[in-house]
């Protein structure tokens, strides 16, 4: 205790003295009180909580009752709630089918009181489509179809020559890989020049001479009559072949030759080469001085081709061949 609490006559203050009665309580709980005795606490009034709550449910029918009526009110409520909510729902959905109901029906009435204007703009939308359907079976879109005239110069030397196809060159050199990736099914290909149009082999045989004799290209035959059976395999094949079916064609008729270059005894087709590019310009000029119709003027260019569209002929009809 502190000294100057204490008066002279050694009475001790009251305030002075409860604080010593605090401090002295606090330490007999410190020494005395056990950890973890709140925990425990709390625990026993639980489970005496519920003991007692589980004795009235089993021993007092009133308590019984009245919880049990309680519980049946709470799932009344819910039920309740649950099933307002079901008849709303019930009802947005028929307000719903109802408006689709009145759309469709606006629509169909829209519908017959405008068939005539309906029929008519789809008439009008639905006619080159069909137009052009319809006239693919007879022709080809692509093909240049103006007749060219040879100039004097060129018509007499067709009149006068007489030209001998080159030797024929042997299979291998149609069946390298090289040759396969620039045109696929080449080695199958008929390269006799008997089979082709009589004008049209005279005409081709001089592009072949001046190409040689002035410009320094030797041309090879690649493919010249095509039996309708291999132009349908070809059509099958893709675009990137052929877009004509059997008869589409004037290699059906001996009215059409494939075509490219030699160097060196090795075919060469492919325009990548800037050698091989200008011999095709040179051989499309030349051909169509003579008359023949040139491939390279194409939407879908075929540089190599060359067709005769002979006077009289019409495109479509079976070949006696």
């Known amino acids: 205790?502190?000294?100057?609490?204490?008066?002279?006559?050694?009475?001790?203050?009251?305030?002075?003295?409860?604080?010593?009665?605090?401090?002295?309580?606090?330490?007999?709980?410190?020494?005395?009180?056990?950890?973890?005795?709140?925990?425990?606490?709390?625990?026993?009034?639980?489970?005496?909580?519920v003991a007692v709550?589980?004795?009235?449910?089993?021993?007092?029918?009133?308590?019984?009752?009245t919880v049990?009526?309680?519980?049946?009110?709470?799932?009344?409520?819910?039920?309740r709630r649950a099933s307002d909510r079901a008849a709303r729902a019930r009802e947005h959905l028929a307000q719903s089918a109802k408006m689709s109901r009145s759309t469709l029906s606006g629509m169909q009435n829209l519908l017959v009181r405008r068939r005539l204007l309906i029929a008519t703009t789809t008439g009008i939308l639905a006619t080159p489509p069909l137009i052009a359907i319809a006239l693919r079976g007879r022709q080809l879109f692509q093909y240049d179809d103006t007749l060219r005239v040879p100039d004097e110069k060129?018509?007499?030397?067709?009149?006068g020559e007489q030209?001998?196809?080159?030797?024929?060159?042997?299979?291998?050199?149609?069946?390298t890989r090289e040759v396969e990736q620039v045109r696929p099914a080449l080695k199958d290909a008929s390269r006799d020049w008997n089979l082709l149009d009589t004008d049209f082999r005279t005409r081709l045989l001089l592009v072949y001479k001046i190409m040689r004799e002035q410009h320094g290209y030797e041309m090879a035959l690649l493919e010249g009559y095509r039996s309708p059976?291999?132009?349908?395999?070809?059509?099958?094949?893709?675009?990137n072949v052929t877009n004509a079916a059997a008869f589409q064609s004037y290699h059906q008729y001996g009215l059409a030759a494939d075509?490219?270059?030699?160097?060196?005894?090795?075919?060469?087709?492919s325009e990548k080469d800037p050698w091989a590019m200008r011999g095709y310009q040179l051989y499309?000029?030349?051909a169509e001085e003579v008359g023949l119709t040139w491939g390279g003027r194409w939407k879908m260019m075929d540089l190599g081709h060359v067709e005769y569209h002979k006077p009289g002929f019409k495109l479509g009809r079976s070949s006696a061949r």
């Open 1 to 49: 205790m502190n000294p100057g609490l204490i008066r002279r006559n050694n009475i001790v203050p009251a305030y002075a003295e409860a604080g010593l009665i605090l401090r002295s309580s606090i330490a007999n709980y410190n020494r005395f009180h056990i950890p973890g005795f709140s925990l425990i606490a709390v625990v026993l009034v639980a489970y005496f909580t």
């Open 53 to 65: 709550f589980a004795a009235a449910l089993l021993l007092l029918p009133a308590v019984r009752t």
């Open 68 to 79: 049990f009526d309680s519980v049946a009110q709470f799932h009344g409520r819910i039920s």
């Open 154 to 159: 060129i018509a007499a030397l067709l009149k």
């Open 163 to 175: 030209l001998v196809p080159p030797l024929p060159l042997p299979p291998e050199v149609f069946a």
């Open 229 to 239: 059976e291999r132009q349908n395999r070809l059509a099958q094949m893709g675009s």
């Open 259 to 269: 075509n490219a270059f030699l160097r060196d005894g090795k075919l060469v087709i």
């Open 284 to 286: 499309g000029q030349v």
